[in-house]
Structure formats: C-alpha cells, structure tokens
C-alpha cells in the first residue's frame, strides 16, 4: 500500500469526528493507543471533580446526598451508558468492579438455572477470556457444584453448548484477540441450548455498536475506565435483562440493594429491578469522573453517534493493519486480530515469536504507548502487541506514525537493547 503520511492528513481532515478530539487532555508529543486498558483525561473532569470535592463534599456536607443527587448516580450514569449499550432506561446501574459485577450475573444465572434446569452444570467460555472473568467463573463453578468448560476458540463455542450448559460467559470482544463475537448468533445458540448469557462488554463499550436488549442477552458487565474514560479504578457497570432481573437477588445483598435502606431494617428485601445489584455505598468523586468520560459520548451524537465512532475505529484498525503489513513485511509480526471487519473489535493485536515485550517498551521510549500482554505456550496463547484505537481521539496520522516507529524499531534492531528487557510490574 502506498499510503503516505500526507494521506493519513487528508483522512483526518476528512473526519467528521475530528472536532471531538478536542474534549480530552493529552500529553504533548505522545500517540496514545492505550484507550482500551486505560481511557484518556476529559477536559471536563478535573473541574468537575473539584467542585463536587470544594462545594458538594467542603459546603453542601450530609445534604449532598439528597440535594446534589449522589444517592441516584448510579441509575443515572447507568441511564447514559444504557444507551451506548442498546439497553433501556432504568435497567442498567454503575457499581462496584467489573470482577464483582460479573460474580453477582454469574451467581444469578446459575441460581436461575438451579432453579429451572438443575442437571444444566457448565460453564462455557473461552480459554482466552480475561482472566479475572475465568478466575470469577472458577470459584462460583466450586460453590454451586459445577464446571467451568473452556473451549479454544470461537469457533468451538456452539459446539460447547448443550444439555449440560448452564450458562454461556463471554467477553464480546476479546481482550487477547480483538476477535468481535457475534452477541445475536451466539445469544440464540445459548438459547436453543437451554443456556443463559453473560456478556463481558468491558472493551465493547464505548468501542463498537452493542445492542443487548435486541440480541436477547441476559445479563451483561462492563468497565468504567477503558474506552468510557472514567479515570483509572472507575465504577464499573451492570446489567440485567429485565425478564429476569426480580427474579433472583444477587448474593452482595447489601443495603444500597434494598427496597428502602433508610428504613433501616434487619430484613434485607431486595429493591425492585436493577437497583438490587447495589450493594454499597455509591464512590461519588470517582462517579463523578465517570459521569465526564460518559458525556464525551453524547457529544458524538450530532455526528452520527456509534455508527460514527464504528466507522472511523474500523478505518483506523484497517489503515494499521494495511500499513503493518506493507512497511513492516519480513520482521515476524503476525496479525492475531481478525482482518474481517465484522468480527473485529476497536483494537489490533499482532504476535512476534521473539521480543513482544521489548518492542512494546522501545515504541513506549518513543512515545506510541501500546501494550504487551503476556502469552503462554502450555495454553497455546502467544505473547501479544496491542494496540487499541479510540476514535474521539486517535488520529489517522497517529496510526502512520505510530506504523512507522514501529517499522524503525524493527529495522535497527532497537528492541534489543537491554533496557527494554526489564519486565515491570504492570505491563
Ligand atoms: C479490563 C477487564 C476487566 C477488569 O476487571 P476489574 O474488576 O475492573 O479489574 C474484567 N474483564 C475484562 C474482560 C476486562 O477486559
């Protein structure tokens, strides 16, 4: 491909989304492609954070919970990521961890399949899931006296699925791969299988088009502080298909999950719909940070909304892979995201036998933050380059540019310096 950098220009001053770039707060002279693990700062969010510190907390005190609306954050930032989700008003709360969400849906499901179908006692994902979601699945799979199935690849999920399956747990978009699942196939499978669904939308929100209640899913997570940029530990969000959700009270029944919590009773009834998956209370300085990297959304919507930010996040993914291909040929990289724009997520992932971990750091001593993500070959799983696209901020230069620092710590063999080979703590 000939694409030169004066091309990757004329693309972005072509971009209707362009203008959108001008919400956050970037670092000078960095190109950013770590939106997916942790999203960027809007402008918006240190004065917010502030006042709701200065003037909400400092002035208004106690009073703050009934007069500034903290006790109702969480359904009303709920309400706006709703909507990126394809999920209604009122079905979807901010809470808690992604980790903790995912215990309370997963409890709920086999719970419900307890109570419907008890010879249904697997659990189906993928080997390749993230792992605290596999980690969550095998404790509860221990409690509830089932077993966790754990399939290679998507194409051996339907497979995977029959009498036995209790419940189908998947991130739709994989962390590893970038491979985008197919909610509506996948949901209907589960279904004809007697399964339930527990969709992982932590690199889907915000990311590519999800549309929960058309697909028929059944409970869903996601995370605060990747593409929806609510600062690093944001609250994380959850939801349940409202055909089920009073049909079982999570088991963190806690008192922000009670019908009236300041009746102060020593009976725990759960609050109607989706409310009962609070637990504590609401972390109001971080929802407030939240609630900015949510709005950076809503400004999308003029210009076309999710269909708009698939658009570009697929433009950008494809001009990434096309230049991978054309000026880095010949250096070991393998592409292990899907080249097929259906089945691809908001991010690139690519393999080299040797060396991911140092070329991750040697393009981070030049500014293109990227990530590494560890493999492991008992399990088949290669060590992996991500790179994670954000269309409100990445730029198609940023994609040429980024390409081609990686083309040079390729060619000069720059990776090998020693100092990229110190493992840190987080990677
Ligand atoms: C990032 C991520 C998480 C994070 O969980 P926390 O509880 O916020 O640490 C969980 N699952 C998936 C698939 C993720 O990508």
Request: net charge neutral.
């Amino acid at each position: 491909m000939n694409l030169t950098r004066h091309d990757a220009l004329a693309l972005d001053a072509a971009d209707p989304l362009a203008p959108l770039r001008a919400q956050f707060d970037l670092p000078e002279g960095q190109i950013y492609l770590d939106g997916n693990s942790l999203g960027v700062l809007p402008r918006a969010t240190a004065a917010r954070v502030q006042a709701v510190v200065t003037q909400e907390w400092g002035q208004g005190l106690i009073g703050s919970w009934n007069s500034a609306g903290w006790m109702t954050l969480p359904q009303r930032i709920g309400d706006r990521i709703a909507a990126l989700v394809g999920a209604g008003d009122g079905e979807l709360v901010v809470a808690d961890s992604t980790s903790v969400n995912l215990f309370k849906v997963l409890s709920a499901a086999l719970r419900l399949q307890q109570a419907d179908a008890p010879q249904r006692r697997v659990i189906v994902s993928e080997r390749s899931n993230f792992p605290t979601d596999l980690y969550i699945a095998e404790s509860l799979a221990r409690d509830h006296g089932c077993t966790l199935r754990l399939v290679a690849g998507p194409q051996d999920l339907v497979a995977a699925l029959g009498p036995d399956t209790a419940v189908l747990m998947l991130t739709h978009v994989n962390y590893r791969t970038g491979w985008l699942h197919d909610m509506a196939a996948l949901t209907a499978a589960a279904h004809a299988a007697g399964a339930l669904t527990v969709w992982d939308l932590a690199h889907s929100a915000g990311a590519v088009p999800v549309a929960l209640k058309a697909d028929g899913a059944d409970f869903a997570v996601g995370c605060g502080y990747k593409y929806l940029n609510g600062g690093p530990g944001a609250p994380a969000f959850v939801w349940v298909n409202p055909r089920h959700v009073d049909r079982f009270s999570q088991p963190l029944s806690g008192w922000l999950g009670h019908a009236a919590p300041f009746s102060f009773v020593p009976g725990y009834q759960p609050a109607a719909g989706i409310s009962r998956y609070l637990c504590g209370t609401p972390p109001v300085l971080s929802l407030a940070a939240l609630e900015c990297g949510v709005d950076t959304f809503h400004a999308a919507a003029p210009m076309g909304g999710m269909g708009a930010i698939r658009a570009k996040s697929l433009a950008l993914t494809r001009l990434l892979i096309a230049l991978v291909d054309a000026r880095c040929a010949g250096q070991g990289l393998s592409l292990v995201s899907p080249r097929d724009d259906a089945r691809r997520g908001s991010q690139v992932c690519l393999s080299r036998a040797e060396g991911a971990y140092a070329i991750v750091q040697a393009l981070i001593a030049r500014g293109v933050v990227g990530d590494f993500r560890a493999g492991d070959a008992a399990e088949r799983l290669p060590d992996i380059l991500r790179f994670g696209v954000t269309p409100l901020y990445t730029r198609f230069v940023d994609v040429w540019d980024a390409v081609e620092h990686l083309r040079q710590v390729l060619d000069s063999a720059e990776w090998q310096q020693p100092t990229f080979q110190q493992r840190k703590a987080v990677t």
